[in-house]
């Protein structure tokens, strides 16, 4: 299993940030997959799930009405497109496996993150 993020990087307030995950080594379209955050000195919070079809996602409270999770069963991607960016959101973003088709199941298998920073 490989996962690779891309798209992280500096944006002002306001901003707005697409991040991409692609994912190679498995049958992408059998799984949920989901973004988790890590800010420093703080633990990492799941962000957004969606499950094997795109049809069915969630989202931290943080973030709901402000990041969009979806897939691309056909590129074997996962995205989660940011907007309305606080600084708050700055974090090291990793895309995340999980266990089973479903959204509420165990995250299994880890990028290895890429840095988003909000400031001015």
């Known amino acids: 299993v490989q996962l690779v993020e891309s798209g992280g990087g500096l944006v002002q307030p306001g901003g707005s940030l697409r991040l991409s995950c692609a994912a190679s080594?498995?049958?992408?379209?059998?799984?949920?997959m989901s973004w988790y955050r890590q800010a420093p000195g703080k633990e990492r919070e799941l962000v957004a799930r969606?499950?094997?079809?795109?049809?069915?996602?969630n989202y931290a409270a943080s973030v709901k009405g402000r990041f969009s999770i979806s897939r691309d069963n056909g590129k074997n991607t996962v995205y989660l497109q940011m907007s309305s960016l606080k600084p708050e959101d700055t974090a090291v973003y990793f895309c995340?496996?999980?266990?089973?088709?479903?959204?509420?199941?165990?995250?299994?298998?880890w990028g290895q993150g890429t840095q988003v920073t909000v400031s001015s």
């Open positions: 995340c496996r999980l266990t089973y088709s479903w959204l509420t199941s165990s995250p299994e298998f």
């Open positions: 080594g498995f049958t992408f379209s059998r799984y949920a």
């Open positions: 969606i499950n094997d079809v795109g049809y069915n996602t």
